[in-house]
């Protein structure tokens, strides 16, 4: 019979329709040498999952001591799903490195409505990504939702695995229900409240004014 072909992989796809299309073509490929009479060329090799490519970027950022900003490349949903599930830091090295300053090319800068004021703030990608990178294995749920008459309210809790204990802060975040913005409410709203939450873990924490102090009677 006829040499067979050479297996052919198709382009880049998502990792499980990869993993699905790799595993059909190499059985094709061993039934058509079959039938030809000639033996089955070797399988291609499976696509590295994403939690052997996450082990060697998380002890990367590990080897950094975590106080350097987030690496420059655009780190794509599946590294961010797949980071380590456990922390190797103390929550003392974990919360330092979190209230480090961040570059100034990662903030925004909004100007307010009828103030002239500009608040300096952290896009929620970001705050997700710095996250990743500072403190892999974090992990956040929405606790609660409420809608008002015109608002509606979320309660964001942000949990963070370190070498001696997990530490957790909840926030809320609060959008009106019929506004210009882009986004459906509750969406915009868990965006504020994550990000709360990850600023009373420091993360932007010093982009927050201090309170001013009570006024003294008399």
């Known amino acids: 019979g006829g040499a067979t072909q050479p297996l052919r992989l198709p382009r880049p796809l998502p990792l ?33 999952t994403r939690r ?7 002890a990367a ?3 950094t001591g975590g106080l350097e900003p987030m690496p420059r490349a655009e780190l794509g949903p599946e590294w961010e799903s797949s980071v380590a599930p456990t922390c190797s830091r103390t929550v003392q090295d974990v919360l330092r490195a979190l209230h480090a ?10 100007r307010v409505d009828n103030t002239g004021k500009t608040l300096t703030h952290i896009p929620w ?14 992990c956040g749920e929405v606790k609660f939702i409420h809608y008002g008459r015109e608002s509606v309210t979320v309660t964001y809790k942000l949990s963070i695995p370190c070498a001696d204990g997990t530490i957790s802060r909840e926030s809320t975040g609060t959008k009106r229900l019929h506004s210009d913005g882009f986004g459906e409410p509750e969406q915009l709203a868990e965006q504020q409240a994550f990000c709360r939450a ?10 927050y004014p201090d309170p001013a102090p009570p006024k003294m009677d008399g």
Not at 198 to 204: D, K, N, P, S
């Open 16 to 48: 499980l329709p990869m993993l699905r299309n790799a595993a059909r073509a190499a059985r094709s490929a061993v039934v058509t040498a079959r039938r030809a009479g000639a033996p089955a060329a070797p399988p291609a090799p499976a696509p590295a």
């Open 52 to 58: 052997s490519l996450q082990s060697s970027s998380s």
């Open 61 to 63: 950022s590990f080897n």
């Open 101 to 110: 300053p961040l570059p100034p090319e990662l903030l925004q800068h909004r």
């Open 125 to 138: 990608q970001v705050v997700n990504r710095q996250l990743t990178y500072l403190a892999p294995g974090w």
């Open 198 to 207: 990850a600023a009373r873990l420091g993360l932007g924490l010093y982009l």
